[in-house]
T-cell receptor, first 114, second 113 residues
Framework: NAGVTQTPKFQVLKTGQSMTLQCAQD?????MYWYRQDPGMGLRLIYYSASEGTTDKGEVPNGYNVSRLNKREFSLRLESAAPSQTSVYFC?????????????FGPGTRLTVT | AQSVAQPEDQVNVAEGNPLTVKCTYSVSGNPYLFWYVQYPNRGLQFLLK??????LVKGSYGFEAEFNKSQTSFHLKKPSALVSDSALYFCAVRDMDGNKLVFGAGTILRVKS
């Protein structure tokens, strides 16, 4: 079991460029999440997908789009990157059953926008 | 709205001493509470959770947390700190709809030898 995997690990973009962050999980989890982590601000939810075929906005969705490609994969797209999107991005997944509310995280993507 | 607060940005402890990382919560209904740890350049790792039952919850790496309803707290504890426990710790609470977690700002734990 690889758990939650993310690609790429690092990325540098110029302002206005676009890119897609990839996330996959092999735990057969129903729910998947995208967060950004900034110093002193903890984790902030960008988008989530409670189940395959659904996506919902989180706390900070502006400037991002997501696609739940299938049960395993959940991608995050920056259409026109801005310096304010410099951050570390984490994907997470959760088994939507019983009292299993804990989420499992990937290793992160460190994005710099210049 | 559900929320958690971690009142300390940083906690410093000597190796071998007990450690406490504080978390208070504000919720409607019964709280579902979590602790995560993040080592440098890594993702968050789940440590433990409180859903119901015993107020003292045991988790990974020798950590435990005490749920206190009257003080609305869920402090993380360990009887004897290790240098390898140095990391960033997050408290979290389940959101009202059950789909999301709301995280605190995090507390840096530094254990010195």
């Amino acid at each position: 079991n690889a758990g939650v995997t993310q690609t790429p690990k690092f990325q540098v973009l110029k302002t206005g460029q676009s890119m897609t962050l990839q996330c996959a999980q092999d735990m057969n989890h129903n729910s998947m999440y995208w967060y950004r982590q900034d110093p002193g601000m903890g984790l902030r939810l960008i988008y989530y997908s409670a189940s395959e075929g659904t996506t919902d906005k989180g706390e900070v969705p502006n400037g991002y789009n997501v696609s739940r490609l299938n049960k395993r994969e959940f991608s995050l797209r920056l259409e026109s990157a801005a310096p304010s999107q410099t951050s570390v991005y984490f994907c997470a997944s959760r088994e939507k059953a019983g009292s299993s509310y804990e989420q499992y995280f990937g290793p992160g993507t460190r994005l710099t926008v210049t | 709205a559900q929320s958690v607060a971690q009142p300390e940005d940083q906690v410093n402890v000597a190796e071998g001493n007990p450690l406490t990382v504080k978390c208070t919560y504000s919720v409607s209904g019964n709280p579902y509470l979590f602790w995560y740890v993040q080592y440098p350049n890594r993702g968050l790792q789940f440590l433990l959770k409180y859903i119901t039952g015993d107020n003292l919850v045991k988790g990974s790496y020798g950590f435990e947390a005490e749920f206190n309803k009257s003080q609305t707290s869920f402090h993380l504890k360990k009887p004897s700190a290790l240098v390898s426990d140095s990391a960033l710790y997050f408290c979290a609470v389940r959101d009202m709809d059950g789909n999301k977690l709301v995280f605190g700002a995090g507390t840096i734990l530094r254990v010195k030898s």
